[in-house]
């Protein structure tokens, strides 16, 4: 499996980028918010949730990371939990609302990797300032990945459209994501329809805003609010 160079800026599309961030700071643009967030606010309901003790944190399958693997198992159930992940980073605490509804095996390959600790210790490999941050992979060298991989998943409803949304990293195979994931640093539109969205940062994109390639992540906790 090739290097994952990650999403990429298309030809001709800086000043483009350049002049979509500038009308979403002058305008106020509205983004688009995850949808089991519709209506309420994505970060005001993770935060909540969490100070009010809401939320469970799932426990570890393994003591020390786990960073090659066959398949991944089968341990989220979309029916019965929003998930969370809470990356503690060298920068500071990052919380992603996780669209287990728009990207199930997306989101149960990520939870999956993180309760066997795959991310401990990993490089924030690929940081573009004004683009993304990029991490997931354990050599750091961008050509890292699981041991599996598996295909795309696209939400027609989700969009590239504002900062800190998180997507699947991947080589020109359509069916070669893996571990590999970015967080958006500005409204990345050609990328929409081309890379999975899986979650959402509801707390912390000042963190991502602050991350270079320097930083590491120390450890993901995954966190379960109920569904009712």
């Known amino acids: 499996m090739g290097p994952r160079s990650g999403p990429r800026y298309p030809v001709g599309m800086r000043a483009v980028l350049m002049f979509t961030l500038a009308l979403a700071l002058g305008l106020g643009l509205a983004s688009c918010k995850p949808k089991k967030a519709a209506g309420t606010g994505g970060k005001t309901t993770a935060v909540s949730a969490r100070e009010a003790g809401d939320m469970k944190t799932l426990d570890y399958l393994s003591n020390h990371p786990v960073q090659k693997f066959d398949k991944p198992e089968v341990v989220t159930d979309p029916k019965k939990c929003d998930?969370?992940?809470?990356?503690?980073?060298?920068?500071?605490?990052?919380?992603?609302?996780?669209?287990?509804?728009?990207?199930?095996v997306t989101v149960n390959s990520f939870v999956f990797l993180a309760l066997n600790h795959f991310y401990d210790g990993v490089r924030w490999h690929r940081v573009v300032p004004g683009f993304v941050a990029q991490a997931g992979d354990p050599t750091g060298t961008g050509a890292g990945d699981a041991g599996y991989s598996?295909?795309?998943?696209?939400?027609?409803?989700?969009?590239?459209?504002?900062?800190?949304?998180?997507?699947?990293?991947?080589?020109q195979d359509p069916n070669s994501n893996s571990s590999q994931f970015f967080i958006t640093l500005a409204p990345t539109p050609h990328l929409t329809g081309q890379y999975t969205i899986f979650g959402k940062v509801v707390e912390g994109m000042d963190v991502v805003r602050k991350l270079t390639q320097e930083d590491k992540i120390n450890r993901v906790r995954i966190l379960c609010k109920e569904k009712e």
């Open 150 to 171: 598996f295909g795309l998943e696209i939400d027609e409803k989700l969009a590239y459209d504002a900062p800190g949304w998180v997507g699947m990293a991947r080589t």
């Open 83 to 104: 998930y969370y992940a809470e990356l503690d980073t060298t920068k500071g605490k990052i919380l992603i609302d996780l669209l287990e509804d728009s990207a199930p």
